[in-house]
């Protein structure tokens, strides 16, 4: 039995713990969003968050997660209201799936991005967003990034306000 954190609900599944994170997001918790490419966590169609960090789910056994990880899929970004995250909507404003097939991964490597670093600059996005994606999309992500980076709030701690002069 592995017990998992998934989007905020938690779920004990009976599977092998060698198994992928990938196959049990998929078949055991029914969470279809993330995709299987390459299997070798080398295209990155199959990013989730764990704990924040983006992390390829088709190369990572359930046995090796951090106790009481909170994983987060695509199907988790949106509100509890329905309203998308803001890389979700400039996604949409853009168009910039073709496909569609690797885009889970670039907006879950984006989402990630743009939290940890919202001021992410072109050389930023070419190190962190290294997914994959053979319709050739690249202009739009990185033009999607930049768009939900206008969105994104800065996490940096804010700066004690000067005190009031007499
Ligand atoms: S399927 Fe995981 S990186 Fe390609
Ligand atoms: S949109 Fe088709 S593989 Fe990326």
Redesign the pocket.
Known sequence: MVRLTVNGTVHNVEVDPETPL?WVLREQVGLTGTK???????????TVHIDGQAT????LPVAGLPANAKITTIEGLAKKNGELHPVQKAWLELDVPQCGYCQTGMIMATVALLDQNPKATDDDIDSAITNICRCGTYNRVRAGIKLAAQATPDKAPAKTPAKNRA
């Open positions: 990938l299987y490419g390459c299997g070798i966590a080398q295209c990155g169609a199959c390829r789910s088709c190369s």
